[in-house]
């Protein structure tokens, strides 16, 4: 199985600018007095080298990873990284396309009225989620005046599928597993697994309170030996248990804790801050990384930031011991 991330920014898309690239150029050839950049092969080492804020971006898409490895496509959520992965996905034949919808709020569906393969006959597309009324949902967002073609108007095969939560299904061939969260209207959080390998995508969910620190905290055990977690960690510790308590994001600091104690082997911090700039966020990841270090002191986990454009392949031997190969 892979993860890959098309879109991974949280609440709306946070549009790259023009200050913040000339931002990347001064950095970028400030490192660079000490270099001798003779060849592109030595210019090509020298962006090798910089860091990830300055050589890259973690991107602007809202919420769509998709999850490799199944006998069809399979999705989380239709953010705008959605659009991104419909014009990578076009040129390919009729296919299926299952749609693992968290919830409904804007920034997890507003990806799907710009989704070419919802455009093309004979493409089947399934969105599955445990709110009630998801078609109500998606028809009202392409209704006039909010845009010019509704959902009726898509010429692919479309439709719902109503998912309870503590049931397991087999969709394209992997077993998921769906868990309520806790979020301003609900939301609902999915482990995909298949081969022994095991990817969970946990976003837009709060943790919060005494009942996080019990040891039959529901979601220890839903993320248990998992080997690829992507957990909404939008704030801050103080920001979460501060100003923005109760608005259904969790911390970096809970993501570690939960993900230590459930033995996960790789930790996504995704649903990124909106607010928060490219250097922020590298920021964000070393902070986290060094907590892990410091209060998990025997702790094999890693630690990644969701980006748009990551990539995560789990490779599986006869021992079912699977690896992660990364950044
Ligand atoms: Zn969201
Ligand atoms: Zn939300």
Redesign the pocket.
């Known amino acids: 199985m892979e993860a890959y991330f098309w879109g991974t920014r949280g609440s709306l898309p946070a549009a790259f600018d023009g200050a913040q690239l000339s931002i990347k150029l001064h950095e970028a050839l400030r490192l660079s007095r000490t270099r001798q950049l003779n060849t592109d092969a030595d210019i090509n080492d020298f962006i090798a080298s910089l860091p990830f804020s300055v050589r890259n971006t973690y991107g602007v898409n809202t919420s769509c990873v998709e999850i490799r490895g199944g006998d069809d496509v399979i999705l989380c959520d239709a953010g705008t990284g959605l659009r991104s992965f419909g014009h990578h996905a076009s040129a390919s034949g009729p296919a299926t396309f299952h749609i693992f919808l968290s919830?409904p709020?804007w920034?997890?569906i507003q990806g799907f009225p710009f989704f070419i393969p919802a455009y093309i006959p004979g493409n089947n597309v399934v969105i599955y989620g445990g709110h009630p009324d998801i078609r109500g949902v998606f028809e009202a967002q392409q209704k006039s005046p909010f845009f010019p073609v509704s959902l009726s108007d898509m010429a692919a095969s479309i439709r719902f599928e109503h998912l309870t939560p503590g049931n397991q299904y087999q969709i394209a061939g992997v077993r998921v597993d769906v868990i309520s969260q806790q979020?301003?209207g609900g939301?609902f959080g999915y482990r995909f697994s298949r081969n022994g390998c095991t990817i969970v995508y946990s976003t837009?969910s709060e943790h919060a309170g005494p009942p996080v620190w019990k040891p039959d905290y529901p979601f220890i055990e839903f993320f248990r030996h998992a080997d690829i977690l992507i957990f909404d960690a939008q704030y801050a510790l103080s920001d979460a248990m501060g100003p923005k308590e109760h608005w259904?994001h969790s911390s970096n600091v809970i993501a570690v804790e939960l993900a230590v104690a459930a033995s996960v082997r790789h930790l996504v911090l995704y649903h990124n801050e909106h607010t928060a700039t490219d250097v922020a966020l590298d920021k964000f990841l070393n902070d986290t990384r060094r907590y892990l270090s410091h209060f998990q002191p025997n702790s094999t986990m890693t630690i990644h930031l969701a980006y748009d454009g990551l990539k995560l392949p789990i490779s599986s031997n006869n021992t079912h011991h699977c690896r992660v190969n990364c950044r």
Request: charged content about 20%; glycine content about 12%.
């Open positions: 919830h709020h920034d997890h979020h301003p939301s837009d259904g």
